[in-house]
């Protein structure tokens, strides 16, 4: 199984370090490195009760909670593969893409990939996950409205990690096409057409319906992003590609 930044390759991302002192010692020799693994929280998971087995978005069938990657745990904690860019030492910054996190999880720990240890040799999984992570894919449709918001967000700067159009309707493209939607959501969607769905990016908030009769998404604008913007309705409150 490809690891799941391999979903939306583009996406970027920052971590700071908050540990107080020289930051840059505790990061000093991970610029070596190509991928780092991040062991996170998943604060956005806000049910108090744990179910031993859940049903993840792709499966009919329930499953024991620890042969998925459901944020839904007895411990709620994440680990996720991510592309190491640049470090900057001085402010114990790390700059990373291919990244499947929300803004403001709290990072509890970063360790580098080595292959030779993290590779399994022999490694097998499930039928189920081979055949969700093969399904037929959503095709994007993007309005001129949206399109003219991103043009315009990127023409007064106002994105920290894409500084192109293109680059910003591929992310969203590559995010969406993968149906991100929690199995509560899509079968909220199936049951009331045309329902809205947002999820954070960057600086902007992207908007769209999807239409699960035709396998199409309609992206129809790019808000702003704003503070307390419920962002826990994105594919990261749930398990969608586990």
Known sequence: MAPQDNVVPNSKARVHILLHGNKGHILEGLEEFSHVWLIFLFNCNKQKNVNY?????RLKE?????STRSPHRPNPLGLSLAKLDKLDHNNGTLHLSRIDLVHGTPILDIKPYIEDFDRAEGSLVPQWLTSSLQQSKFQVLISEKARRQVQYKIKARQLDFYKSEEEVLLVITQILENDPRSRYRRKQHENQKNLDYQFPLDNCVVCCKYDPYDAKVHVYA????????NHTLTKFENESFE
């Open 53 to 57: 087995k859940i049903r993840p978005p």
């Open 222 to 229: 790019v808000e702003n992003w704003f503070p307390g913007w």
């Open 62 to 66: 329930t499953l024991g909670v620890f």
